[in-house]
């Protein structure tokens, strides 16, 4: 049986050593990338059981670097990495609680060995605010006024601080700033919860269920000036 295989994002090959090495003891294979834009290609071709993030290059990671990996980072057990100068020590500094809660490498590496390896293949999502009403019950219950703060044609993201959503939980959203304002009916694929101390806005990822044509020909319009050219 092969080993895990995880993903692992450094710029630095010193640091890189050390992460392998640990993660060798552990039982953890490595496919490691110096660029957090190549990982987007990799996870699309290649089953994967995780992804480990260096700190240094999440910091120097452009917005539309972090935006491209954000389904990755949700879809795999994915945590982020530092090393304490002075002894070397690996620090796990935070971890995907949608597959699992580490708190260490060790932990990290027995999520990975219970993951079932997989292919991502990331949304392409833009930075596009739509004012939009969200229901958590489609037909029932008093609509939560909203925004979008990425959108694709196949889905979006929505900030919400509601503590009481769910994975796979069918809402209806209302796009007021679309032409055709019928509701529509989305699934959710991953939480942010408030309070998570993630530094990140607070919200749910969800995907399209019941899009008219109408809806996403005036979506991917929208989307057309935001897509690099």
């Known amino acids: 049986m092969s080993s895990p295989l995880v993903l692992l994002i450094s710029r630095s090959a010193s640091r890189s050593q050390i992460y392998r090495e640990a993660l060798d003891t552990l039982g953890i294979s490595c496919l490691a990338i110096s660029e957090l834009k190549e990982a987007v290609v ?63 490498v060790s932990e990290f590496a027995e999520l990975c060995k219970g993951f079932t390896p997989r292919m991502v293949r990331p949304k392409d999502r833009y930075p596009l605010h739509l004012q939009a009403l969200l229901t958590a019950t489609p037909g029932q219950g008093s609509p939560e006024q909203t925004v979008t703060l990425n959108v694709s044609s196949q889905g979006c993201f929505l900030f919400s601080s509601n503590s009481d959503y769910q994975l796979n939980q069918q809402v209806e959203i209302q796009f007021i700033d679309l032409a055709d304002k019928d509701p529509v009916r989305a699934t959710i694929c991953w939480l942010r919860r408030w309070g998570s101390g993630e530094h990140q806005i607070p919200g749910i990822g969800v995907s399209f269920d019941t899009l008219s044509e109408t809806q996403r020909s005036e979506i991917i319009r929208l989307l057309e000036p935001l897509q690099p050219h």
């Open 42 to 104: 990799l996870a699309s071709g290649t089953p994967l059981n995780g992804i480990l993030l260096d700190m240094p290059v999440l910091i120097k990671a452009t917005p539309s670097e972090k935006l491209a990996s954000e389904d990755i980072l949700k879809a795999l057990p994915s945590a982020y990495l530092n090393i304490a100068p002075a002894t070397d020590t690996i620090k796990l500094l935070t971890a995907n609680g949608m597959q699992g809660v580490a708190r260490t």
